[in-house]
């Protein structure tokens, strides 16, 4: 059984390291027992000169029990509620004890564990590289709950506590004592030591045992909620909440709400309370155990390597080869060399690398000028990339990635030439959104060796990479892929070789859905809206308007004429047509020309008034079925593919989603989706609506089946 390690020493000082079941420490059944014992043991030990609070464990505190949250329902809030407030008292009293508390941080301290720090009067963290201190609640559609919000409002101010409490924002120690969080960073070795040295230096003072919150006259940073510039900003933080949740995820305007509360004029403990009922408010929703499920446990499954293939040994990338120094090429050697890797950046001149090469100097410029690295960082992060026009420049590679246009013939000229090239058992990845693994690999002397690895663009910010298996892709390649997308901070999904793969097949959906809307009469600006209002980034028409009209029109032309496609079986050919007289008779390829669904200048954008030729009267249907549409195009694609093991686990679909094609976080994913929306009642809802718009609707057999037997997707 788990245990609070309780150790005084000659000089009075008791130091409590936190050593509970399990790999962490975390905010469990097992948590509050032990918090409010050893606050019993405390509170009785005579001649106490101080507390130091720390782990036995590699991190200092994980946070909340998400498992046990995931599984409140409405019946269950109260009695969290309770034990939330239990766990506050014990909180107050520690922070009410007349000596004082010091957190010696000595790893990750999240969510709950930095709310333990809060409630010291003291807080040190070790220099370590991996340590990051923060609230990041409201990534997974919660809210810190155990104090966090009302502390942080008034320690550092609306304004200094908003990014760490509506963006979840998380720092290192460093960056942490820059922004106020913590008090000092120290040497590992030193935490206790310095701990102790501080307890003893402020023996008999009274401010360092009395928290801000508790100090007569104490003035939150930045004046109150009340005060006329934080009523601006509170208004205009709303305003952007609304804009970038679409009221779909409640989490953040709870938080903002909470913080106002705090801010104003209400007393600490009345503040620490609402926020308790506002926390659990949220434990119930659907869009709380979407987020959950995926992007903790999901994305835990996925990046530990669930659809890796087992029993390959891990490995690691020496040297990187990337053909292609344009948009593509030029951002995985950014990402290779941030994470340390040597690369080779090869284009067909000179200048054209060198300028593939000064895209990471651009982005590095940014960090230094932001205070995010050193000048000397930069230089050792440049030094990583070697620009070259010669070929030979390339051998001994481990891993060479082609980037270059897509079009078969050019990848496969570029395979010809430089395959040779490879270390002994060096794998190729072809960067590809669309083209059909196994095809690119017939001219690979080693097509075992060969695998896709489709990056999304902007590659230095989306952290998806799509690897696909060809039908003689090794478990070794695809194992060494998945490796490889880890060694450079990318969280992988494996996927077969289908056409389109799963993102890009699954985001033709949705989209290919929304023209067809404009091509039956609709009005463009509606359904673009309406498409927004599902919680996606962007309307589809403007997302559209932005991989460019021309484009998908070409890779859907070249698919049908490679014999991937039948156009006899096309299921939106009212969209095909008028994307394709779009572009033929009025020259509308997208934003990149100025021209699209919408048309671009300087000052914006706005509807192109050749739709109103595609408007037609009396064509009207409710929002609801406008909105479904969309999504469900973009949700049953996602089920087919894994019916049809293109998806190797529900958590890719899940993952692969959010993070590639703009699944509406608070569902989850797009199988997630389906299990809190209630297979049955989806089932049902596609019958309905194949029956109004067509068999594209119709539900996939393993829906039926998991209907059937009662079963969610899992």
Request: aromatic share 6%; charged share 25%; net charge neutral.
């Amino acid at each position: 059984m788990g245990d609070f390690h309780y150790a005084k020493d000659a000089d009075g000082i008791v130091t409590v390291t936190m050593d509970m079941d399990g790999p962490v420490n975390a905010m469990n059944a097992e948590f509050w027992p032990l918090f409010a014992a050893t606050m019993d043991r405390l509170e009785a030990e005579p001649e106490l000169k101080g507390v130091i609070w720390t782990s036995a464990k590699d991190t200092f505190f994980a946070g909340g029990d998400l498992k046990m949250l995931k599984s409140i329902e409405p019946d269950g809030v109260e009695a969290l509620f309770q034990s939330v407030e239990a766990t506050k008292a014990v909180m107050r009293r520690m922070e009410k004890q007349p000596v004082p508390h010091v957190a010696a941080i000595n790893g990750a301290a999240l969510g709950g564990g930095f709310e333990i720090c809060l409630a010291c009067n003291h807080r040190i963290a070790a220099d370590n590289p991996k340590t990051k201190i923060g609230l990041p609640e409201v990534t997974l559609g919660l809210l810190p709950g155990g104090g966090g919000v009302v502390r942080l409002t008034w320690m550092l101010g609306l304004e200094g506590a908003m990014p760490f409490l509506l963006e979840g924002r998380q720092v290192s120690p460093d960056k942490a004592l820059k922004a106020g969080l913590i008090h000092q960073v120290v040497p590992a070795d030193q935490l206790l030591t310095r701990a102790k040295e501080y307890i003893l230096s402020v023996q008999g003072d009274a401010a360092a045992v009395t928290q801000p919150w508790d100090t007569k006259g104490y003035k939150i940073p930045g004046g109150p909620s009340t005060a006329p510039h934080n009523m601006t900003r509170i208004a205009g933080a709303a305003a952007m909440l609304y804009k970038k949740t679409r009221g779909l995820m409640p989490a953040p305007a709870r938080i903002l709400d909470i913080m106002t509360e705090a801010a104003g004029k209400v007393d600490f403990d009345t503040a620490t309370r609402y926020e308790s009922r506002r926390f659990v408010s949220l434990t119930p929703l659907a869009s709380t155990k979407n987020m959950i499920e995926t992007l903790f446990f999901g994305m835990n499954k996925v990046n530990g390597g669930a659809s890796r293939p087992k029993g390959v040994p891990p490995s690691k990338v020496q040297r990187l080869g990337i053909l292609g120094a344009g948009m593509m090429g030029q951002g995985i050697a950014f990402s290779a060399a941030t994470a340390g890797l040597p690369v080779v950046l090869k284009d067909q001149t000179m200048e054209a690398a060198e300028r593939g090469k000064a895209y990471t100097a651009g982005l590095l410029d940014k960090r230094v000028k932001q205070g995010r690295m050193s000048a000397e960082e930069r230089e050792a992060v440049l030094a990583l990339i070697t620009p070259t026009d010669k070929a030979d420049d390339l051998k001994g590679c481990d891993l060479i990635i082609e980037a270059v246009f897509e079009k078969i013939d050019v990848k496969d000229a570029v395979l010809a030439e430089h395959e040779a090239l490879l270390a002994e058992n060096g794998i190729w990845g072809s960067n590809t959104s669309t083209l059909p693994i196994t095809r690119l690999a017939t001219g690979a002397a080693r097509p075992e060796n060969f695998v896709g690895l489709h990056f999304f663009s902007p590659v230095d910010k989306m952290p998806l990479l799509e690897i696909i298996a060809g039908e003689k892709t090794s478990d070794e390649t695809l194992a060494r892929a998945f490796d490889f997308a880890r060694q450079i901070r990318k969280t992988p999904i494996i996927v077969g070789d289908s056409t389109g793969f799963y993102t890009s097949r699954t985001i033709g959906t949705k989209i290919i859905e929304a023209v067809e809307l404009v091509a039956e009469g609709h009005d463009p600006v509606r359904v673009d809206n309406l498409s927004r209002l599902t919680g996606m980034p962007t309307g589809m028409l403007s997302l559209l308007d932005e991989v460019q009209i021309k484009l998908v029109t070409d890779i859907y032309n070249t698919q049908v004429e490679m014999g991937l496609l039948d156009p006899d079986k096309e299921q939106n050919p009212a969209a095909r047509a008028m994307l394709a007289e779009m572009i033929s008779q009025h020259g509308r390829h997208g934003r990149a020309t100025g021209k699209g669904f919408y048309d671009y200048d300087s000052q914006g954008k706005t509807i192109w008034p050749g739709l109103a030729a595609w408007r037609k009267e009396g064509a009207d249907i409710p929002d609801a079925d406008i909105k479904d549409r969309i999504l469900f195009r973009a949700v049953l694609e996602s089920l087919r593919c894994l019916e049809e093991g293109v998806l190797r686990t529900v958590e890719d679909g899940n993952i692969g989603s959010i993070l590639g094609i703009g699944a509406p976080v608070h569902t989850g994913g797009y199988i997630q989706y389906v299990n809190t929306y209630g297979p049955a009642r989806f089932l049902a809802r596609c019958e309905e609506l194949a029956g109004k718009y067509g068999n594209r609707f119709a539900p996939p057999e393993i829906l039926r089946k998991h209907v059937a037997e009662g079963r969610a997707l899992a």
